[in-house]
Protein backbone atom coordinates (compact mmCIF):
# COMPACT_ATOMS: atom_id res chain seq x y z
CA UNK A 1 0.00 0.00 0.00
CA UNK A 2 2.53 2.23 0.59
CA UNK A 3 5.49 1.46 -1.91
CA UNK A 4 6.40 4.24 -3.41
CA UNK A 5 3.82 6.75 -1.94
CA UNK A 6 5.37 10.58 -1.16
CA UNK A 7 4.51 10.99 2.77
CA UNK A 8 5.17 14.35 4.15
CA UNK A 9 5.39 13.62 8.01
CA UNK A 10 5.07 16.47 9.93
CA UNK A 11 6.33 16.97 13.59
CA UNK A 12 4.84 19.56 16.10
CA UNK A 13 6.19 20.65 19.35
CA UNK A 14 5.08 17.80 21.68
CA UNK A 15 6.32 15.45 24.10
CA UNK A 16 4.98 12.62 21.56
CA UNK A 17 7.32 13.96 19.04
CA UNK A 18 9.35 10.24 19.79
CA UNK A 19 6.87 8.74 18.72
CA UNK A 20 6.85 10.16 15.21
CA UNK A 21 10.41 8.85 14.84
CA UNK A 22 8.89 5.26 15.14
CA UNK A 23 5.67 6.61 12.41
CA UNK A 24 8.35 7.69 10.07
CA UNK A 25 10.68 4.07 10.48
CA UNK A 26 7.69 1.92 10.14
CA UNK A 27 6.81 3.63 6.58
CA UNK A 28 9.87 3.66 5.03
CA UNK A 29 10.07 0.13 5.75
CA UNK A 30 6.53 -0.50 4.30
CA UNK A 31 8.11 1.13 1.46
CA UNK A 32 6.91 4.73 1.45
CA UNK A 33 9.50 7.52 0.23
CA UNK A 34 8.52 9.80 3.44
CA UNK A 35 10.19 14.13 4.27
CA UNK A 36 9.91 14.93 7.46
CA UNK A 37 9.20 18.10 8.32
CA UNK A 38 9.91 19.25 12.08
CA UNK A 39 8.51 22.75 13.17
CA UNK A 40 11.10 24.56 15.62
CA UNK A 41 9.56 23.99 18.71
CA UNK A 42 9.85 19.99 17.52
CA UNK A 43 12.90 20.07 17.62
CA UNK A 44 13.48 20.39 21.27
CA UNK A 45 12.08 17.16 21.43
CA UNK A 46 13.66 15.32 19.54
CA UNK A 47 16.29 15.74 17.00
CA UNK A 48 16.20 16.67 13.13
CA UNK A 49 19.02 14.56 12.58
CA UNK A 50 17.30 11.65 13.74
CA UNK A 51 14.41 12.04 11.08
CA UNK A 52 17.09 12.56 8.28
CA UNK A 53 18.64 9.27 9.50
CA UNK A 54 15.39 7.03 8.92
CA UNK A 55 13.58 9.42 6.66
CA UNK A 56 14.02 8.91 2.88
CA UNK A 57 15.19 13.00 2.71
CA UNK A 58 17.09 15.19 5.25
CA UNK A 59 14.60 16.75 7.71
CA UNK A 60 12.94 20.03 6.72
CA UNK A 61 12.68 22.33 9.76
CA UNK A 62 12.59 26.05 7.86
CA UNK A 63 10.68 27.69 5.27
CA UNK A 64 13.89 29.65 3.85
CA UNK A 65 16.56 26.95 4.48
CA UNK A 66 16.37 25.59 1.10
CA UNK A 67 17.82 26.67 -2.53
CA UNK A 68 14.38 26.22 -3.77
CA UNK A 69 12.13 29.35 -3.05
CA UNK A 70 8.99 27.70 -2.54
CA UNK A 71 10.08 24.46 -0.75
CA UNK A 72 6.31 24.57 0.48
CA UNK A 73 4.74 24.19 -2.86
CA UNK A 74 7.18 21.68 -3.85
CA UNK A 75 6.88 19.97 -0.93
CA UNK A 76 2.81 20.15 -1.02
CA UNK A 77 2.58 19.18 -5.01
CA UNK A 78 4.49 15.78 -4.96
CA UNK A 79 3.14 14.48 -1.38
CA UNK A 80 0.49 11.67 -1.80
CA UNK A 81 -0.34 12.24 1.77
CA UNK A 82 0.13 14.79 4.67
CA UNK A 83 0.20 13.17 8.15
CA UNK A 84 0.85 15.68 11.50
CA UNK A 85 2.11 13.25 14.22
CA UNK A 86 1.96 14.87 16.68
CA UNK A 87 -0.31 17.67 16.26
CA UNK A 88 -0.46 20.21 18.95
CA UNK A 89 -3.58 22.61 19.70
CA UNK A 90 -1.81 25.32 18.39
CA UNK A 91 -1.09 23.34 14.67
CA UNK A 92 -4.80 22.98 14.82
CA UNK A 93 -5.65 25.95 15.57
CA UNK A 94 -3.34 27.65 13.07
CA UNK A 95 -4.63 24.86 10.32
CA UNK A 96 -7.85 25.46 10.59
CA UNK A 97 -7.72 29.55 10.84
CA UNK A 98 -5.16 29.49 7.49
CA UNK A 99 -2.43 30.70 9.18
CA UNK A 100 0.78 29.71 7.81
CA UNK A 101 3.50 30.89 9.88
CA UNK A 102 6.09 28.34 9.63
CA UNK A 103 7.26 25.56 7.09
CA UNK A 104 4.32 22.71 7.81
CA UNK A 105 1.73 24.88 7.77
CA UNK A 106 2.53 26.09 4.96
CA UNK A 107 2.49 22.81 3.35
CA UNK A 108 -0.50 21.86 5.18
CA UNK A 109 -2.36 25.44 3.34
CA UNK A 110 -0.70 24.74 -0.23
CA UNK A 111 -1.47 21.17 -0.17
CA UNK A 112 -4.20 19.49 -2.29
CA UNK A 113 -3.60 15.38 -1.24
CA UNK A 114 -5.39 14.01 1.69
CA UNK A 115 -4.25 15.03 5.29
CA UNK A 116 -4.35 13.65 8.37
CA UNK A 117 -3.83 14.79 11.31
CA UNK A 118 -3.02 12.74 15.23
CA UNK A 119 -3.35 15.00 17.98
CA UNK A 120 -1.87 15.06 21.33
CA UNK A 121 -2.26 17.28 23.99
CA UNK A 122 -2.92 16.96 27.82
CA UNK A 123 -6.37 16.33 28.28
CA UNK A 124 -7.69 19.90 29.27
CA UNK A 125 -6.26 21.07 26.43
CA UNK A 126 -7.86 18.44 24.17
CA UNK A 127 -10.90 18.68 25.67
CA UNK A 128 -11.13 22.47 25.18
CA UNK A 129 -14.21 23.91 23.30
CA UNK A 130 -11.80 26.19 20.91
CA UNK A 131 -9.74 22.61 20.09
CA UNK A 132 -13.35 20.72 19.99
CA UNK A 133 -13.93 23.30 17.61
CA UNK A 134 -10.96 23.73 15.40
CA UNK A 135 -11.18 19.88 14.76
CA UNK A 136 -14.71 20.36 13.64
CA UNK A 137 -13.74 23.40 10.79
CA UNK A 138 -11.16 20.92 9.67
CA UNK A 139 -13.32 17.21 9.16
CA UNK A 140 -15.88 19.76 7.60
CA UNK A 141 -12.67 20.32 5.45
CA UNK A 142 -12.37 16.78 4.85
CA UNK A 143 -8.89 16.55 7.30
CA UNK A 144 -9.02 12.95 8.33
CA UNK A 145 -8.71 12.55 12.33
CA UNK A 146 -6.88 9.84 13.97
CA UNK A 147 -8.08 10.65 17.98
CA UNK A 148 -5.99 10.01 20.76
CA UNK A 149 -5.72 7.39 23.24
CA UNK A 150 -6.52 7.87 27.19
CA UNK A 151 -3.03 7.00 29.19
CA UNK A 152 -0.23 8.22 30.20
CA UNK A 153 0.74 11.84 29.78
CA UNK A 154 3.49 14.17 29.97
CA UNK A 155 4.17 15.03 33.98
CA UNK A 156 2.74 11.43 35.00
CA UNK A 157 -0.87 12.84 34.37
CA UNK A 158 -3.16 9.96 33.25
CA UNK A 159 -6.34 10.86 30.49
CA UNK A 160 -7.25 11.59 26.81
CA UNK A 161 -4.84 13.22 24.55
CA UNK A 162 -1.95 10.62 24.40
CA UNK A 163 -1.39 10.60 20.56
CA UNK A 164 -3.05 7.00 19.40
CA UNK A 165 -0.17 4.13 18.75
CA UNK A 166 1.74 4.34 15.51
CA UNK A 167 -0.17 1.35 14.03
CA UNK A 168 -3.36 3.04 14.42
CA UNK A 169 -1.40 5.79 12.72
CA UNK A 170 -0.86 3.72 9.81
CA UNK A 171 -4.00 1.71 9.34
CA UNK A 172 -5.22 5.09 9.19
CA UNK A 173 -2.53 6.10 6.49
CA UNK A 174 -3.50 3.24 4.71
CA UNK A 175 -6.97 3.60 4.87
CA UNK A 176 -7.18 6.91 3.36
CA UNK A 177 -5.13 5.33 0.01
CA UNK A 178 -7.08 2.93 -0.46
CA UNK A 179 -9.84 3.25 -2.75
CA UNK A 180 -13.23 2.52 -0.50
CA UNK A 181 -14.88 0.36 -2.75
CA UNK A 182 -16.15 -2.16 -0.03
CA UNK A 183 -17.70 1.36 2.18
CA UNK A 184 -20.92 0.09 3.32
CA UNK A 185 -20.37 -3.67 2.86
CA UNK A 186 -20.13 -6.16 5.78
CA UNK A 187 -17.66 -9.09 5.60
CA UNK A 188 -17.67 -12.30 7.99
CA UNK A 189 -14.00 -14.01 7.91
CA UNK A 190 -12.58 -17.16 8.96
CA UNK A 191 -9.41 -17.80 9.52
CA UNK A 192 -6.96 -20.27 11.88
CA UNK A 193 -7.18 -23.85 12.25
CA UNK A 194 -10.21 -25.77 14.51
CA UNK A 195 -9.21 -27.68 17.69
CA UNK A 196 -11.01 -30.95 18.83
CA UNK A 197 -10.55 -32.17 22.03
CA UNK A 198 -8.90 -35.20 23.20
CA UNK A 199 -8.92 -34.71 26.50
CA UNK A 200 -8.34 -31.10 28.40
CA UNK A 201 -4.46 -31.42 27.65
CA UNK A 202 -4.72 -32.86 23.93
CA UNK A 203 -6.20 -31.99 20.56
CA UNK A 204 -6.43 -32.80 16.74
CA UNK A 205 -5.90 -30.12 14.71
CA UNK A 206 -3.87 -28.57 11.50
CA UNK A 207 -1.03 -26.52 10.45
CA UNK A 208 -3.00 -23.44 9.52
CA UNK A 209 -1.41 -20.30 11.11
CA UNK A 210 -4.45 -18.07 10.25
CA UNK A 211 -1.96 -15.57 8.17
CA UNK A 212 -4.28 -15.17 5.34
CA UNK A 213 -7.28 -15.32 6.99
CA UNK A 214 -6.03 -12.08 8.48
CA UNK A 215 -4.61 -10.98 5.89
CA UNK A 216 -8.57 -10.67 4.41
CA UNK A 217 -10.11 -8.91 7.43
CA UNK A 218 -7.38 -6.17 7.28
CA UNK A 219 -7.57 -5.95 3.49
CA UNK A 220 -11.02 -5.86 4.08
CA UNK A 221 -11.09 -3.15 6.80
CA UNK A 222 -8.99 -0.70 4.90
CA UNK A 223 -11.05 -0.66 2.00
CA UNK A 224 -14.10 0.47 4.36
CA UNK A 225 -15.81 -2.87 5.20
CA UNK A 226 -17.33 -3.31 8.33
CA UNK A 227 -15.74 -6.92 9.31
CA UNK A 228 -16.12 -9.29 11.72
CA UNK A 229 -13.33 -11.95 12.26
CA UNK A 230 -14.21 -15.10 13.74
CA UNK A 231 -10.67 -17.18 14.53
CA UNK A 232 -9.17 -19.90 16.64
CA UNK A 233 -5.63 -17.79 16.79
CA UNK A 234 -3.93 -14.63 18.49
CA UNK A 235 -3.06 -12.47 15.72
CA UNK A 236 -2.41 -8.31 15.48
CA UNK A 237 -5.39 -7.31 13.35
CA UNK A 238 -6.36 -3.87 12.54
CA UNK A 239 -8.36 -2.01 15.54
CA UNK A 240 -11.68 -1.50 14.07
CA UNK A 241 -11.86 -5.49 13.28
CA UNK A 242 -14.84 -7.02 14.86
CA UNK A 243 -12.87 -10.48 16.20
CA UNK A 244 -14.79 -13.41 17.85
CA UNK A 245 -11.88 -16.22 19.55
CA UNK A 246 -13.21 -19.75 19.12
CA UNK A 247 -11.16 -22.84 18.89
CA UNK A 248 -13.74 -26.10 17.88
CA UNK A 249 -15.22 -26.67 14.48
CA UNK A 250 -18.53 -26.67 16.64
CA UNK A 251 -17.84 -23.27 18.25
CA UNK A 252 -16.84 -22.06 14.62
CA UNK A 253 -19.92 -23.08 13.16
CA UNK A 254 -22.45 -21.84 16.13
CA UNK A 255 -20.37 -18.21 15.97
CA UNK A 256 -20.43 -17.78 11.69
CA UNK A 257 -24.17 -18.90 11.36
CA UNK A 258 -25.04 -16.50 13.86
CA UNK A 259 -23.23 -13.60 11.62
CA UNK A 260 -24.16 -15.47 8.41
CA UNK A 261 -26.22 -12.62 6.98
CA UNK A 262 -23.01 -10.64 5.92
CA UNK A 263 -23.12 -9.42 2.45
CA UNK A 264 -19.34 -11.50 1.83
CA UNK A 265 -18.38 -14.41 3.65
CA UNK A 266 -15.13 -15.75 3.16
CA UNK A 267 -14.68 -18.89 4.92
CA UNK A 268 -11.02 -19.01 4.97
CA UNK A 269 -10.30 -21.01 8.04
CA UNK A 270 -8.94 -24.65 8.44
CA UNK A 271 -11.77 -26.40 9.60
CA UNK A 272 -11.36 -29.74 10.92
CA UNK A 273 -13.08 -32.45 9.28
CA UNK A 274 -13.08 -35.29 12.03
CA UNK A 275 -13.35 -35.07 16.02
CA UNK A 276 -12.97 -37.28 19.13
CA UNK A 277 -16.94 -38.77 18.85
CA UNK A 278 -16.28 -38.08 23.40
CA UNK A 279 -13.50 -36.06 24.54
CA UNK A 280 -12.19 -37.73 27.91
CA UNK A 281 -12.78 -34.83 30.90
CA UNK A 282 -9.26 -35.82 32.81
CA UNK A 283 -6.37 -36.15 31.00
CA UNK A 284 -5.97 -39.82 29.95
CA UNK A 285 -2.55 -40.96 31.40
CA UNK A 286 0.18 -42.27 29.19
CA UNK A 287 1.02 -45.29 31.71
CA UNK A 288 -2.76 -46.41 30.32
CA UNK A 289 -1.86 -47.25 26.63
CA UNK A 290 -2.61 -45.60 23.66
CA UNK A 291 -6.42 -45.46 23.42
CA UNK A 292 -8.76 -45.90 20.89
CA UNK A 293 -9.42 -42.99 19.26
CA UNK A 294 -13.31 -42.87 17.25
CA UNK A 295 -13.59 -40.34 15.84
CA UNK A 296 -16.41 -38.08 13.25
CA UNK A 297 -17.49 -35.75 11.12
CA UNK A 298 -17.80 -32.19 12.16
CA UNK A 299 -20.32 -30.15 10.86
CA UNK A 300 -20.10 -28.95 6.99
CA UNK A 301 -19.85 -24.71 7.78
CA UNK A 302 -19.55 -23.93 4.30
CA UNK A 303 -22.74 -25.71 3.02
CA UNK A 304 -24.50 -24.57 6.09
CA UNK A 305 -23.72 -20.81 5.21
CA UNK A 306 -25.10 -21.68 1.66
CA UNK A 307 -27.72 -23.36 2.71
CA UNK A 308 -28.73 -20.02 4.61
CA UNK A 309 -28.01 -17.83 0.98
CA UNK A 310 -29.84 -14.37 0.84
CA UNK A 311 -29.81 -12.27 -2.76
CA UNK A 312 -27.06 -11.01 -3.60
CA UNK A 313 -24.79 -12.24 -1.29
CA UNK A 314 -21.18 -13.43 -2.13
CA UNK A 315 -19.89 -17.12 -0.40
CA UNK A 316 -16.00 -17.66 -0.76
CA UNK A 317 -14.40 -21.16 0.05
CA UNK A 318 -10.91 -22.04 0.29
CA UNK A 319 -9.59 -25.56 -0.39
CA UNK A 320 -5.77 -26.49 1.23
CA UNK A 321 -5.33 -29.04 -1.66
CA UNK A 322 -2.18 -31.65 -3.48
CA UNK A 323 -1.97 -32.62 -6.51
CA UNK A 324 -4.42 -31.00 -9.57
CA UNK A 325 -5.58 -28.31 -7.59
CA UNK A 326 -7.45 -26.09 -9.98
CA UNK A 327 -9.14 -29.36 -10.95
CA UNK A 328 -10.06 -29.90 -7.19
CA UNK A 329 -11.26 -26.45 -6.80
CA UNK A 330 -13.62 -26.52 -9.36
CA UNK A 331 -15.21 -29.88 -8.04
CA UNK A 332 -15.28 -28.18 -4.90
CA UNK A 333 -17.02 -24.77 -5.97
CA UNK A 334 -19.86 -27.20 -7.90
CA UNK A 335 -19.84 -29.58 -5.08
CA UNK A 336 -20.63 -26.88 -2.32
CA UNK A 337 -22.48 -24.16 -4.29
CA UNK A 338 -20.10 -21.54 -3.13
CA UNK A 339 -19.82 -18.27 -5.53
CA UNK A 340 -15.40 -18.57 -5.76
CA UNK A 341 -13.00 -21.19 -4.31
CA UNK A 342 -9.81 -19.72 -3.38
CA UNK A 343 -7.45 -23.23 -3.54
CA UNK A 344 -3.42 -23.59 -3.23
CA UNK A 345 -1.55 -26.84 -3.17
CA UNK A 346 0.29 -27.09 0.57
CA UNK A 347 3.60 -29.28 -0.84
CA UNK A 348 4.29 -25.82 -3.33
CA UNK A 349 7.55 -24.49 -1.27
CA UNK A 350 6.25 -20.69 0.58
CA UNK A 351 2.48 -21.89 -0.06
CA UNK A 352 0.26 -22.50 2.32
CA UNK A 353 0.12 -23.03 6.07
CA UNK A 354 2.53 -20.63 8.44
CA UNK A 355 3.80 -19.16 5.34
CA UNK A 356 3.76 -15.22 4.82
CA UNK A 357 3.46 -15.93 0.97
CA UNK A 358 0.88 -17.95 -0.66
CA UNK A 359 0.01 -19.17 -4.45
CA UNK A 360 -3.99 -19.64 -5.16
CA UNK A 361 -5.94 -20.18 -8.19
CA UNK A 362 -9.34 -18.39 -7.50
CA UNK A 363 -11.74 -20.41 -9.09
CA UNK A 364 -15.95 -18.65 -9.79
CA UNK A 365 -18.84 -19.49 -10.90
CA UNK A 366 -19.40 -18.09 -14.46
CA UNK A 367 -15.79 -16.67 -15.16
CA UNK A 368 -12.16 -17.41 -16.11
CA UNK A 369 -9.90 -19.01 -13.31
CA UNK A 370 -7.47 -16.36 -11.67
CA UNK A 371 -4.16 -17.62 -10.77
CA UNK A 372 -2.34 -15.57 -8.37
CA UNK A 373 1.40 -15.99 -8.46
CA UNK A 374 4.06 -16.93 -4.83
CA UNK A 375 3.21 -13.33 -3.35
CA UNK A 376 2.92 -12.01 0.54
CA UNK A 377 -0.78 -12.79 1.64
CA UNK A 378 -1.98 -9.25 1.88
CA UNK A 379 -1.24 -9.56 -1.84
CA UNK A 380 -3.28 -12.71 -1.92
CA UNK A 381 -6.00 -11.02 -0.11
CA UNK A 382 -6.13 -8.22 -2.41
CA UNK A 383 -6.93 -10.71 -5.79
CA UNK A 384 -9.59 -12.27 -3.53
CA UNK A 385 -11.65 -9.32 -2.54
CA UNK A 386 -10.94 -8.25 -6.57
CA UNK A 387 -12.44 -11.02 -7.38
CA UNK A 388 -15.25 -10.94 -5.29
CA UNK A 389 -15.94 -7.50 -6.04
CA UNK A 390 -15.75 -8.45 -9.76
CA UNK A 391 -18.31 -11.42 -8.96
CA UNK A 392 -20.63 -8.94 -6.96
CA UNK A 393 -20.60 -6.46 -10.19
CA UNK A 394 -21.22 -2.72 -10.52
CA UNK A 395 -24.85 -2.26 -9.50
CA UNK A 396 -23.95 -4.27 -6.23
CA UNK A 397 -20.53 -1.98 -5.40
CA UNK A 398 -21.99 1.23 -6.54
CA UNK A 399 -25.15 0.55 -3.99
CA UNK A 400 -23.27 -0.41 -1.06
CA UNK A 401 -20.73 2.77 -1.63
CA UNK A 402 -21.83 6.71 -0.06
Not at 20 to 39: I, S, Y
Not at 130 to 149: I, M, T, Y
Not at 214 to 220: G, H, N, R, T, V
Not at 284 to 311: C, F, M, S, Y
Request: proline residues 6%; glycine residues 8%.
Amino acid sequence: MFAGRRVVLGVTGGIAAYKAVEVCRRLVDAGAHVVPVLTEPATRFVGATTFSALASEPARTDLFEDVDAIPHVRLAAAADIVVVAPATARLIGCYAAGIADDLLTAVLLATRAPVVVCPAMHTEMWEHPAVAENLRVLAGRGVHLVAPEPGRLAGGDVGAGRLADPATILAVLARVLTPQDLAGVTVLVTAGGTREPIDPVRYLSNRSSGKQGFALADEAAQRGAKVTLVTTVGRPVAPDVDVVRVDTAAEMEQAVLARSDADIVVMAAAVADYRPAAAAVAKVPKDAGVPDLVLERTADILAAVVARRRPGQIIVGFAAETGDVRAKAAAKLARKGADLIVANDVTRPGSGFDHDTNEVVIVSRGRDDHHVPLSDKRAVARAVLDAVLIHRGPTQRSSSTP
